[in-house]
């Protein structure tokens, strides 16, 4: 049955982060500084398999979730917690706009803890009425809250290069890996240049990415330089599609958004 992915919700409501009532704001998703705001078009991202029932919503500005307090939305994520993530991700993107013959790995600075907090708050953000988050509701909404607390025990912030256009954002995925019996839920972030999962394993299942919880500094403020791989670049659709041996599966709140086509008819020259 086809989606129709809502962004919108209630002018007040539950926040989904840190779950207090009352007025909320509008959370551009990923921030504005790594991409530019754009009208787009979403759908569910099941819809990539059989794309004659989409049904696709429009977003005038970029893709944004009316979601988030203001505290959360405007104090924390985007005074504290984007600064890293824009940072971050501009350095990757000159470095794969670089015409110089890069070693296949590079060092780029940046601040974990401040960056996983930023990605994981967007991801929080997507769905309307979603504070809840499972029986780590609380702990997950303390993480984010108190930067000193360190990420919650077993799970994997990871990352990689992703040099493609389309946008994802998905909420509550699980995957089953039927060669080693790996099971794991997931959130997932996608934008040029970088893609970014919450890793969430139920028995020690571990990814062959690069994890930004490895880094552990004892100041929040403290630069470390990470690794990040940029080749080989991994497939587009990286735990969005099915493979020969994963069998994935999707919540309600799993967006792919693409650039919408201008109005009315390209002139010919």
């Not at 696709?56 to 500005?61: F, H, L, P």
């Not at 990286?238 to 041996?245: G, H, I, K, N, V």
Request: glycine share 8%.
């Amino acid at each position: 049955m086809p989606l129709h992915m809502v962004t919108r919700g209630a002018k007040s409501g539950t926040c989904n982060i840190c779950g207090v009532d009352g007025p909320l704001t509008e959370d551009h998703t990923p921030p504005k500084g790594c991409v530019r705001p754009t009208a787009m078009e979403l759908q569910h991202v099941t819809h990539r398999i059989d794309a004659g029932k989409a049904i696709k919503t429009k977003a005038q500005d970029g893709v944004k979730y009316r979601t988030l307090c203001a505290r959360c939305n405007n104090t924390l994520l985007g005074g504290r917690y984007d600064p890293v993530l824009i940072d971050f991700t501009s350095r990757v993107s000159s470095l794969l706009a670089s015409d110089l013959m890069l070693p296949t790995t590079m060092t780029v600075p940046t601040k974990p803890a401040l960056l996983m907090r930023a990605i994981w708050g967007h991801l929080a953000a997507v769905g309307v009425d979603r504070y809840l988050k499972g029986p780590r509701t609380e702990e997950w909404r303390d993480f984010f809250l108190d930067a000193t607390l360190p990420v919650p025990a077993g799970i994997n912030f990871y990352y990689w290069v992703y040099p493609y256009r389309r946008q994802a954002l998905i909420r509550d995925a699980g995957a089953l890996d039927i060669s080693n019996g790996g099971k794991g839920m997931y959130w997932l972030m996608k934008f040029y240049p970088m893609a970014f999962a919450v890793w969430m394993p139920q028995n020690a299942w571990a990814l062959n990415f690069r994890d930004l919880a490895i880094y552990h500094t004892s100041n929040l403020d403290d630069v470390v330089d990470v690794m990040v791989d940029l080749e080989p670049v991994p497939h587009e659709l990286t735990l969005e599609a099915p493979t020969t041996t994963q069998a994935i599966m999707f919540g309600r709140d799993s967006v792919v958004a693409n650039s919408r086509a201008p109005r009315g008819r390209i002139l010919q020259i």
